[in-house]
């Protein structure tokens, strides 16, 4: 019975496992400079501006054009996507909303000497 147990408890983890798991993607060459973007008129109340942003498409960067969003919930705040430079090469965090405003809407590179 307890042989049954541990290998039940074996498997829920390894089942389990890769929903907890996060993969680090490190791209050896910098995002080109943020592109300047006019923005459209507002379409209406509620909305937010959500930047545009260099996206890693696997070989290349890749230009998303910023766009007005409604939040998610009320009082959100849009945190850009943005790259971290560590030694092993630039690595992508997505965008995302949130419940607080963190004043980095602008701040695109984040050096760092080590992880």
Same mark, same amino acid.
């Given at each position: 019975?307890?042989?049954?147990?541990?290998?039940?408890?074996?498997?829920?983890?390894?089942?389990?496992? !890769?929903?907890?798991?996060? #993969?680090? #993607?490190?791209?050896?060459?910098?995002? !080109? !400079?943020?592109?300047?973007? +006019?923005?459209?008129?507002?379409?209406? !109340?509620?909305?937010?501006? #959500?930047?545009?942003?260099?996206?890693?498409?696997?070989?290349?960067? #890749?230009? +998303?054009?910023? +766009?007005?969003?409604?939040?998610?919930?009320?009082?959100?705040?849009?945190?850009?996507?943005?790259?971290?430079?560590?030694?092993?090469?630039?690595?992508?965090?997505?965008?995302?909303?949130?419940?607080?405003?963190?004043?980095?809407?602008?701040?695109?590179?984040?050096?760092?000497?080590?992880?």
């Amino acid at each position: 019975m307890k042989t049954k147990w541990i290998a039940s408890l074996i498997l829920a983890s390894a089942i389990a496992a !890769p929903a907890f798991a996060q #993969v680090g #993607v490190y791209i050896g060459t910098a995002p !080109p !400079p943020l592109r300047y973007e +006019v923005r459209p008129a507002i379409p209406g !109340p509620g909305y937010a501006w #959500v930047d545009g942003y260099w996206n890693w498409s696997g070989h290349r960067y #890749v230009w +998303v054009p910023g +766009v007005w969003r409604r939040p998610p919930f009320e009082g959100g705040y849009w945190t850009h996507p943005h790259y971290d430079h560590y030694d092993h090469g630039w690595e992508y965090n997505e965008g995302h909303w949130d419940h607080n405003d963190h004043h980095d809407h602008h701040d695109w590179d984040h050096d760092h000497d080590h992880r």
